[in-house]
């Protein structure tokens, strides 16, 4: 999927400095679900353009369409075409100075409205995206694109070929569409969080108090989650509080990713160990504490999919570590579920939201292949608590909160579990929570950590 930004302000390679990308150069940059790549298809005194590019793996889109009934849907769908979240998702990721309006080198430019033309060639669009854009100032083109070119009579499919030109401030373009993509897709890649809420009131700072459609909006941004929605449109109903905000925001609450993995290191730290595993590592998130930490003399990311390695890598910046930071880490691929020997003989090892993600019956393999083949001194598993998700905003009763978690436990169902791989393979097991904490529901994650 493509995003291309266009002005005309001379000197027009200016916009280089207000991406904070130059534009002699590709390049790339893992995100959640692929690959971004920034370059300039031109860069000239009178024009320039910076496209964004994303290149998706299929692989790790697994969520579901509200009211999809498609069985082969998670493998057969428009998510690596068509516009959404996943490429306001990058344009946040990758151009985030830019959506502050912060720019070193030319402060005064990213303050100053100038011309732009904005292009998203392959929009899957619900609704009018003109009387979302136009109210904001843009001339909107939103061209249908043919469902077949060969067959005329067909019609035309569901998604445009958007233009938008105006004279905004880059910022608050590019804050627009970050909002306003996923508004028009009428889908969200990821679970929709109270954190959602501060996002769109920061995205939309001095254009969506007054826009015509802000309830639409709300709606469509959050989710349909009404709780959120109507949180959020409280909020933008005091038009003072949209815009007056402080120079300086109010340090956000840590999220729950981040507490995770802050509970995750102290019971590594608390173990002593120093050549660590984490198993089913995804993208690196932990990785990358893990290498900043000395202590950790040999570290190890094993994961089934490639493709996530190869996002790791580039996390990781391995290319260019010095090559004794660079002897501390290696990356495997794997199957947890089958007895590796190159797993065997570490001090510790993580399973961090890992086990949910495995088919039930496969669970005795992989406690085999873990604590009886590899045999770390110490593991730390942590998993959803499925008691917690009735407190969510919007998660249907019996839903599970990513689709494809193949099951969520109880606190009961856990400590089940752990007592029983702990008296199978002679390890002890503490277990305890990860999160804010409910009276009746406990905290959303659970702990647990085994020791030999």
Same mark, same amino acid.
Not at 5 to 32: C, E, I, M
Not at 389 to 413: S, V
């Given at each position: 999927?493509?995003l ?6 001379r000197?027009?390679?200016?916009l ?6 130059h ?13 971004a790549?920034v ?5 000239g ?7 964004l ?5 299929p692989?790790l ?8 009934t498609?069985t ?8 690596p075409?068509?516009?959404s ?9 990758v ?8 720019s ?10 100038i ?7 392959a929009l ?9 854009f ?10 249908p694109?043919?469902l077949?070119a060969?067959?005329?009579?067909w019609?035309?499919?569901?998604y445009?070929d ?12 590019l804050n627009?569409v970050y ?7 009428d889908a969200?890649?990821?679970w929709v969080?109270?954190d ?5 009131l920061?995205a939309?700072?001095?254009?969506? #108090?007054?826009h %015509? ?6 709606? /469509?941004?959050?989710?349909? &989650? !009404?709780?959120?929605? +109507?949180? *959020? ?8 509080e949209?815009?007056?905000l402080?120079?300086?925001? #109010?340090?956000? %609450?840590?999220?729950?990713?981040q507490?995770? /993995?802050?509970?995750?290191? &102290? !019971?590594?730290?608390? +173990?002593g *160990?120093t050549r660590?595993?984490?198993l089913?590592c ?13 202590r950790?003399?040999e570290?190890v ?6 493709v !996530? ?6 996390r ?5 570590l010095p090559?004794r ?6 990356l495997?691929q794997?199957?947890l ?11 510790? !090892? ?15 393999a ?6 009886g ?7 730390v ?7 917690y ?5 919007g998660?249907?009763h ?8 193949r099951f969520?436990?109880?606190r009961?169902?856990f400590g089940?579990?752990c ?5 199978g393979?002679?390890?002890t097991v503490?277990?305890?929570?990860i999160g804010p ?8 994650t659970?702990m647990?950590v085994?020791?030999k």
């Amino acid at each position: 999927m493509l995003l291309t930004v266009t002005t005309t302000h001379r000197p027009a390679t200016d916009l280089g400095y207000l991406l904070v990308k130059h534009p002699d150069r590709l390049q790339t940059f893992g995100v959640s679900a692929g690959r971004a790549h920034v370059f300039y298809p031109e860069a000239g005194e009178e024009r320039c353009t910076a496209a964004l590019l994303l290149e998706i793996d299929p692989a790790l889109l697994r969520t579901r369409q509200q009211g999809e009934t498609f069985t082969l849907h998670q493998h057969v769908n428009d998510r690596p075409y068509a516009a959404s979240s996943l490429l306001s998702a990058a344009l946040g990721r990758v151009w985030r100075s830019a959506l502050r309006g912060d720019s070193r080198d030319r402060p005064k430019l990213a303050a100053t409205p100038i011309p732009l033309e904005l292009r998203i060639p392959a929009l899957r669009c619900k609704g009018s995206a003109e009387e979302l854009f136009a109210p904001l100032g843009w001339a909107v083109e939103a061209t249908p694109i043919a469902l077949d070119a060969q067959h005329p009579e067909w019609g035309p499919s569901r998604y445009v070929d958007l233009r938008l030109t105006g004279t905004l401030r880059l910022a608050d373009a590019l804050n627009q569409v970050y909002v306003l993509l996923p508004v028009l897709d009428d889908a969200k890649h990821y679970w929709v969080s109270p954190d959602e809420v501060e996002k769109l009131l920061r995205a939309g700072t001095g254009w969506l #108090a007054g826009h %015509p459609r802000k309830a639409l909006i709300a709606k /469509r941004y959050l989710a349909h &989650r !009404a709780a959120l929605t +109507s949180a *959020a449109l409280a909020r933008l109903s005091d038009h003072s509080e949209m815009s007056e905000l402080p120079e300086e925001p #109010a340090p956000r %609450p840590e999220s729950l990713h981040q507490l995770r /993995r802050a509970a995750v290191l &102290r !019971a590594l730290a608390e +173990s002593g *160990a120093t050549r660590v595993l984490d198993l089913g590592c995804g993208p690196g998130a932990l990785l990358g504490e893990l290498v900043r930490d000395r202590r950790y003399t040999e570290i190890v990311g094993a994961d089934v999919s490639t493709v !996530a390695l190869e996002m790791a890598a580039r996390r990781l910046h391995l290319d260019r570590l010095p090559e004794r930071q660079r002897a501390r880490i290696r990356l495997l691929q794997t199957a947890l579920t089958y007895r590796d020997d190159r797993l065997k003989g570490f001090d510790a !090892a993580v399973l961090m939201e890992v086990i949910e993600h495995v088919d039930p019956p496969r669970l005795p393999a992989l406690a085999a292949s873990l604590f009886g083949h590899a045999a770390p001194a110490t593991v730390v598993v942590t998993t959803p608590n499925v008691e917690y998700n009735a407190l969510y905003p919007g998660l249907a009763h019996g839903h599970l909160r990513h689709a494809d978690h193949r099951f969520e436990w109880d606190r009961a169902q856990f400590g089940t579990w752990c007592d029983e791989v702990a008296a199978g393979y002679g390890y002890t097991v503490t277990r305890s929570g990860i999160g804010p904490e409910d009276p009746a529901a406990g905290a959303p994650t659970q702990m647990a950590v085994f020791s030999k």
